[in-house]
């Protein structure tokens, strides 16, 4: 893709990611790359902008994560975040020394808003803080235009060089305005026209896998989540019936949703591919019968799956390309992209390649992140049911059945699942919390319903909040709203007589009820 580009050199800070992200809500282009890169390889991308991120370390300690001092010549404006704005001090001959106040969380800061960073900046905003060092001494040529009570240098700048220093985080949406810092940065200050839309993007990708893939065949494993979804209606675009796409139902997927992805992606749907769907659900149950260890269940998921899709990967032959749907945190969090590699180890990477004869991998949305993949799903005409499907799990419904899997057990929490869903989405609270299921609990209690005894099921109601999966808090859902969902799954839903809602974070619990 040739297009103005802002790069963010990554020191290790935990919002890297969102600054990123930030950037591209200015229609910016923006990828994030280690600080150990090469300035060579920085000026031969030409970036318009360069920021440096936050960091965990002390820029005046030795083995701290550094820069060259040429990197501030290159006559590219750069804007230092945190650690970023502390490093281009310290290099550039000013002070960074302990702070005699910590600052973290909210803190109040005053600006002066002729600097170009904070034009259209109220005078005084909330600012999202996390410091323990300060700039006790800015560096020649800088001028300080933003401080706090505790902190005299809460931003510098140096117009003559283009070099700005802010000590707080824009990206972090605490920050009042910090959204518009960055604005002024890579629009203003860096000159960018704000050219990456999603329309373009979609149009251009599909230009360049047209002539990638020639006229060769294409092999796409399609879960009906979102990523691969965009990623095989992608292709199909570029390549129609170059593209094959192997649906694997392993009868472990929510209500309905095999038929669903059929009706998008079989021949009765909208576009041109071949279309496979295996209907492997006895397969996968009889491989289940009798297993509770959730590790246990997971592996037999795993190489079922596998198992079926090379089945179908021989049927087909030798392919000329496997389609994935990495998305850009996979890529960051693998450890191509920066210094916050370290942070998560994926669930689904692996598996697949091995066992199909294919020349080469294609990732149409390598640079993409989650919420770029949903607008480019829905430039692509993907129904808005697809494009906002929540998170699932490779394992299905699988790893929300504590104990046997059974095709009764199966039923019972897709039905009990749909209704809360189906509920959830009445009260208009479908799009605000992060992930949320029903699972099927193995505990049977007595109960009474009409005049009758019972002995059944307990369903348990999960919904978390959260931002990286990696840490959540249960969400508040209004009682009357859990009231009705629990009425309903008693009503409609045989084998079930209690609904539990689980108020477990993440530490200690995982989502996922297993
Ligand atoms: P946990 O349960 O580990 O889940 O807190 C964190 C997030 O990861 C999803 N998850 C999976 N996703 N394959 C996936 O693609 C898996 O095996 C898997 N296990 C958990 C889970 O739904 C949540 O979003």
């Known amino acids: 893709m040739n297009q103005e580009k802002v ?44 920021i440096l ?67 259209g900046v ?42 700005y220093a802010i000590q707080f985080h824009p990206e972090v949406l605490h920050t009042q305005d910090g959204t518009k810092m960055l604005y002024n940065f890579v629009r203003g200050i860096c000159g960018c026209a704000g050219t990456w839309k999603m329309d373009s993007f979609v149009e251009n ?35 129609g019936e170059q593209l094959t796409c192997v649906f694997v139902d392993h009868g ?31 397969r996968f149950y009889g491989k289940l019968a009798g297993v509770e260890e959730p590790e246990r269940k997971r592996k037999i998921i795993g190489e079922e799956f596998i198992r079926v899709f090379e089945e179908e990967a021989k049927k087909i032959g030798a392919v000329d390309f496997l389609v994935q749907g990495t998305i850009y945190p996979d890529v960051v969090e693998s450890g191509l992209g920066g210094e916050s590699a370290v942070i998560k180890s994926h669930h689904n990477v692996g598996g697949l390649p091995d066992c199909v004869d294919f020349k080469e991998i294609i990732e149409p949305l390598r640079n993409l ?27 299905g419904l699988g790893i929300r059945i504590i104990g046997e899997v059974t095709a009764q057990k199966v039923q019972i929490v897709q039905e009990a699942d749909a209704i809360y869903r189906e509920e959830i989405a009445k009260a208009g609270l479908d799009r605000s919390i992060g992930q949320y299921f029903a699972a099927l609990t193995n505990m049977r209690s007595v109960g009474v319903m009409g005049d009758e005894r019972t002995y059944d099921y307990a369903v ?33 839903v045989r084998g079930v007589n209690r609904v539990f809602y689980d108020l477990t974070s993440k530490p200690p619990g995982t989502i996922e009820f297993e």
């Open 205 to 239: 990708s599909i230009q360049e896998l047209r002539k990638k893939v020639g006229n060769g065949k294409v092999l796409c494993a399609l879960s009906g989540g979102v990523d691969s979804s965009v990623a095989a209606v992608m292709l199909a675009k570029a390549v």
């Open 7 to 50: 790069i963010v050199i990554d020191f290790g800070g935990q919002y890297n990611q969102l600054v990123a992200r930030r950037v591209r809500e200015c229609n910016v282009y923006c990828e994030i790359f280690s600080y150990k890169t090469d300035l060579e390889q920085i000026k031969a991308m030409q970036p318009k902008g360069i």
């Open 369 to 395: 992140f989650k919420d770029e993949v949903r607008k480019a799903g829905l430039e692509l005409g993907i129904p808005e049911y697809l494009v906002f499907r929540q998170p699932f799990p490779g394992p």
């Open 252 to 282: 472990l997927l929510r209500k309905n949703e095999g038929d669903e992805v059929e009706a998008v992606f079989g021949p009765q749907g909208p576009y041109k591919l071949n279309f496979i769907r295996v209907n492997a659900q006895e």
């Open 53 to 119: 991120t936050g960091g965990p370390n002390s820029c005046y300690e030795a083995d701290s994560p550094g820069c060259t001092p040429e990197l501030f010549r290159l006559g590219i404006p750069v804007l230092g975040l945190c650690y970023g704005a502390q490093l281009m001090m310290h290099v550039l001959g000013g002070k960074v020394e302990k702070a005699p106040v910590r600052e973290y969380g909210k803190t109040q800061v005053s600006f002066n808003t002729e600097s170009p960073l904070f034009a």
């Open 460 to 492: 348990a109601l999960r919904a978390v909040n959260t931002v990286d999966f990696m840490t959540a808090e249960s969400a508040e859902i209004p009682f009357a709203v859990l009231q009705t969902v629990m009425s309903r799954i008693i009503n409609e």
């Open 122 to 163: 109220p005078e005084s905003a909330v600012c999202w803080m996390s410091h323990f060092d300060y700039i006790s001494e800015m560096a020649p040529g800088f001028e300080a235009v933003a401080h706090t009570a505790d902190c005299p240098v809460a931003a510098a700048q140096n117009t003559a060089d283009d070099l």
